[in-house]
């Protein structure tokens, strides 16, 4: 059974940073690309960043570029989100997700808002306010 388990979200101030992680098992964590997708308050669900399987192809949202870092950690079965310069609109629970039906992310998944044909985890609080 796939399982992935997000930690690190919390309450910062705007200009802070966290580093979420997501550890993950039953499945083969270093043959699958890896996502972050986040739900704010009242809003959809939205694509932040991915990385293949070996973490040297990224994808950002506009939004979050030059500011977030994805990584991965393949031996540690690990997936992380540095994020730098917090905002307010950053506000979300935060859900790592991998592809449920095939291994890799395609160009055309992130020209549209994540669906089922993702497995995500419980997922972890970030709230940025002062």
């Known amino acids: 059974e796939v399982r992935l388990v997000e930690s690190g979200g919390d309450l910062v101030q705007p200009g802070g940073s966290l580093r979420l992680s997501c550890v993950a098992s039953g499945f083969t964590f270093s043959v699958y690309d890896m996502s972050w997708i986040r739900q704010a308050p009242g809003k959809g669900l939205e694509w932040v960043s991915a990385c293949n399987e070996g973490g040297g192809s990224t994808y950002y949202a506009e939004s979050v570029k030059g500011r977030f870092t994805i990584s991965r950690d393949n031996a540690k079965n690990t997936l992380y989100l540095q994020m730098h310069s917090l905002k307010s609109e950053d506000t979300a629970v935060y859900y790592c997700?991998?592809?449920?039906?095939?291994?890799?992310?395609?160009?055309?998944?992130?020209?549209?808002?994540?669906?089922?044909?993702?497995?995500w985890g419980q997922g972890t609080q970030v709230t940025v306010s002062s």
């Open positions: 997700a991998i592809p449920k039906y095939v291994t890799h992310y395609s160009d055309s998944d992130f020209r549209r808002a994540p669906h089922g044909n993702n497995i």
